[in-house]
Each structure stands twice: as C-alpha cells, then as structure tokens.
C-alpha cells in the first residue's frame, strides 16, 4: 500500500522534511485509502481535514524520532 510514499527521516534523506513533502504524503495517503483521487463536493470538507490531521501526525512523529546508528533502511 501507497509504495511510493518516500521515507521522509534522514538519513534516507539528506536533510529535515519540508510540510510541502509531508502534505504530500498525507495526501497520497488518504487518496488511497478513501479511493478519491479528489472528492466530491460534499467529501471535500472530511478529506481535507484527514490529509492535514496525517501532515500534523507526521510531523509529530519526525520530530521525536531519535535516529541512531547507520543508513537508513528504505
């Protein structure tokens, strides 16, 4: 599921996350599990606020990761 949802941690990349990039992914998320490519009017409201509830939830997430060790596995 969703397998082209980069890994958005360094080392896998060279530098922090933009909120562009994990918007990003939070929207390919949602488009695939909702299967809307782009909701309908009445959805737009509910889809909109899932893929900015994910953006926050990664951002969460990759702010207190504590990465240790050698490369990333991707």
């Known amino acids: 599921m969703c397998r082209s949802i980069k890994t958005l941690r360094p080392p896998a990349i060279p530098e922090e996350a933009t909120e ?6 939070a929207l390919q998320y949602v488009r695939k599990v909702s299967g809307f490519r782009a909701p309908a ?3 737009q ?3 909109d ?3 900015a509830e994910i953006a ?3 951002r969460r997430l990759l ?6 060790g050698g490369a990333a596995r991707v």
Do not use: K, Q, Y
């Not at 702010?63 to 240790?68: A, H």
């Open 49 to 51: 606020r899932a893929v």
């Open 20 to 25: 562009e990039e994990m918007r990003a992914a």
């Open 45 to 47: 409201e509910v889809f």
């Open 56 to 58: 926050e939830s990664t």
């Open 41 to 43: 009017a009445h959805n």
């Open 63 to 68: 702010d207190g990761l504590e990465v240790r």
